[in-house]
């Protein structure tokens, strides 16, 4: 990418479209709509990846549901508010879109590039086959002082490279997003399933440490 302003957040998806386009907001006349990409794992599993398209990019009236699509864009998160408190949301916003019979070979399915900021202390656990863990929530900076906030997901000997970071840290990451189902406990009986998204960290470099 040349223009500078988005060298700090890359993200490149190609995959199946699932769902029709839904509305989401509208800014200044232009309006805003999400659509889910189902992308191919290595194995045979998928990861729903919701794409945040303008309606000037593409014809979101038509229904390419069947078809495959190729998302240039950024990773990007807003705060919405429910059940009086904020819930991080996380899709990547489009900036260009094509709908293809099928995806072509020089296309990254997914892939994503982050250079941003560790917001608060990593969280470094093991699971319980012993599989090391460590959570990075990192700060990436937008146009006009808007920054994305977007949870990381770093394994093995990158989990103990990354609980050593200090927040505020400079970091860079290349990775993947997944997609990831989880019970949200609404009542003491009832549950709600939800989908929740993060980068799983594929190389990190720690650049400095303020």
Not at 98 to 107: G, K, L
Not at 153 to 171: C, K, L, M
Request: proline share 3%; aromatic share 12%; glycine share 6%.
């Amino acid at each position: 990418m040349s223009d500078k302003v988005f060298e700090n957040n890359q993200v490149s998806i190609a995959g199946e479209v699932a769902t029709e386009f839904t509305f989401s907001h509208d800014v200044f006349g232009e309006g805003f709509y999400v659509v889910d990409v189902l992308v191919k794992r290595l194995s045979d599993a998928y990861d729903i990846i919701p794409i945040m398209v303008s309606e000037r990019l593409i014809d979101v009236k038509q229904d390419y549901r069947g078809k495959y699509a190729e998302v240039i864009g950024q990773f990007r998160s807003y705060n919405r508010h429910e059940e009086n408190k904020n819930r991080l949301v996380l899709s990547v916003f489009a900036r260009d879109i094509r709908i293809v019979d099928e995806i072509s070979e020089n296309v990254k399915p997914n892939f994503i590039f982050l250079d941003g900021y560790v917001c608060k202390p990593p969280v470094y656990r093991k699971t319980p086959l012993g599989r090391e863990i460590a959570d990075i929530l990192l700060a990436v900076n937008r146009p006009y002082g808007k920054s994305d906030y977007i949870p990381c997901i770093s394994w093995g000997r990158n989990a103990r490279y990354a609980e050593t970071f200090a927040v505020g840290g400079h970091v860079q990451i290349w990775g993947r997003i997944q997609s990831r189902e989880y019970q949200k406990k609404i009542s003491e009986t009832e549950f709600e399933k939800r989908i929740a998204y993060e980068v799983s960290v594929s190389k990190l470099e720690y650049l400095d440490e303020t």
